[in-house]
């Protein structure tokens, strides 16, 4: 393809008030690629957490041989892409003596900085700059957005174990030693910051008008008809599937909103349960604690997924959920996580910790095995990406941090060697957080946190 027929990789579709990234296409090239060599997709850097641990003999393989053909349970939605995969047992998380008393409060605050907070400021955020936002200093230049912070539950639980500042209990992101990254938990604003359109005070406008207006949407969705007859097959398929995606995202999105609005009027009295007497009433969806916290959950790896394919930010973290406060009535229970980890090996409670960790995971395979389907340049979504996902604390029975769940899913641009499990990996989550950013090309002057090295059993060897 001779270079005058490329279009620039910032082409938006445009309608009134919104502007749409395109995915990229064979007919563009990156920003930041040198003159006269062929364009190469960005590494992206996304980072999934779940809280309390795992248990251990549902989550680590029974040996390498066999990680590919017979996963453990949790890993079991995972199959399908477990060659794209990466396990290591072995990464230690950080000591958190003096703060022994601590251990939710320092689980997801020290994941992505593997750094204590300085004990004689506890009150106050005094920590570290966090991996995702070193990433995010260093390409976020080329980007609409430097990086982007989803959760599923509200950052606002107060507690304050030894005194810590509360902010540790719910945030994984930190733009300085002493800031705080707040994530997004209504995926309606994530939308339109990906369409690029300021939020209006409140959520439902006083006319009832969606923020993200469906005429507004359809105006800008008809401009790629004039877009799609100057394109290839091969990139007209790229953009209809791209668009079928942003189009079902929106809907799904909508129709939370719609079941939140008819519950929120029922309960006020304001319009009847239900059409006829037979009918059940509409259920009640909360967000994030909803009956379906599935579909929450996956409408927001679609979102990041989204944010990835337009190339608005190539840094992404989610908070799948926090230390304290989350149940899953999904799985036909209402207890809440923390309480289940410290099971002491009762069978019941042993059994629902499993069940809610093979969900986690199972929002993770959802978002993996997508990009793993989604095409770009000669290769997929995922071959571009390196998606961690994974927990501060090893057990939530007991609270140790001595082998830490992590799944790497993701070849990183052709930088890590996937498809193994890595039953004696020796390092701590600083190496780890290190050799990540590294193999995504992240030039780093000092190793993260508690780093001492990089750990090479996890690039592709030259």
Request: glycine share 8%; charged share 20%.
């Amino acid at each position: 393809m001779s270079k005058s027929t490329f279009i620039d990789r910032r082409t938006y579709l445009r309608g009134v008030g919104a502007a749409l990234a395109l995915p990229l296409l064979d007919a563009m090239g990156w920003e930041e690629t040198k003159e006269g060599k062929a364009y190469q997709a960005p590494v992206r850097l996304g980072f999934m957490y779940m809280p309390h641990g795992v248990i251990m003999d549902q989550f680590w393989p029974a040996d390498a041989e066999s990680f590919l053909t017979t996963p453990p349970p949790a890993l079991e939605s995972l199959r399908p892409v477990l060659d794209q995969c990466l396990l290591m047992k072995g990464i230690s998380g950080v000591p958190i003596s003096p703060f022994s008393g601590a251990p939710h409060a320092l689980e997801l605050s020290t994941w992505l900085t593997a750094t204590l907070p300085d004990p004689d400021q506890r009150n106050e955020i005094q920590i570290a700059i966090s991996a995702d936002q070193i990433a995010a200093n260093y390409v976020g230049a080329f980007t609409t957005l430097p990086s982007l912070e989803l959760a599923t539950m509200p950052q606002t639980w107060k507690e304050n174990q030894e005194g810590l500042n509360e902010a540790y209990y719910s945030h994984c992101s930190f733009r300085s030693p002493t800031q705080a990254v707040p994530a997004e938990t209504n995926p309606r604003n994530v939308l339109n910051r990906l369409f690029k359109k300021s939020e209006q005070s409140s959520g439902i406008s006083s006319g009832g008008m969606d923020p993200l207006d469906r005429n507004m949407l359809d105006l800008v969705l008809s401009g790629a008809r004039d877009l799609r007859r100057t394109l290839s097959p091969t990139d007209q398929r790229k953009l209809d599937e791209y668009l079928d995606s942003v189009r079902s995202v929106e809907r799904r999105i909508a129709a939370i909103e719609l079941r939140q609005r008819e519950a929120a009027l029922e309960k006020a009295g304001l319009r009847p349960s239900r059409v006829q007497a037979s009918d059940s009433p509409p259920i009640e969806i909360k967000i994030p604690e909803g009956e379906r916290r599935s579909e929450y959950m996956q409408v927001m790896c679609d979102l990041n997924i989204l944010a990835f394919q337009t190339d608005t930010t190539r840094v992404c973290t989610y908070i799948g959920s926090t230390p304290n406060g989350v149940s899953y009535p999904e799985l036909g229970f209402n207890d809440q996580h923390h309480s289940q980890t410290h099971h002491n090996n009762e069978p019941e409670k042993v059994r629902k910790v499993a069940a809610i960790t093979a969900f986690n995971i199972e929002q993770f395979a959802y978002m993996v095995k997508k990009m793993h389907n989604l095409r770009e340049g000669d290769g997929t979504l995922l071959d571009n990406c390196i998606m961690m996902w994974g927990s501060g604390l090893e057990d939530g029975n007991k609270h140790t941090r001595e082998n830490l769940p992590f799944i790497v899913a993701g070849r990183g641009g052709g930088s890590i060697h996937t498809g193994r499990y890595l039953p004696h990996v020796k390092g701590n989550q600083g190496d780890l957080l290190t050799t990540l950013l590294s193999c995504a090309g992240i030039p780093l002057d000092r190793p993260i946190g508690i780093a001492t090295k990089q750990l090479t059993e996890i690039p592709t060897q030259s």
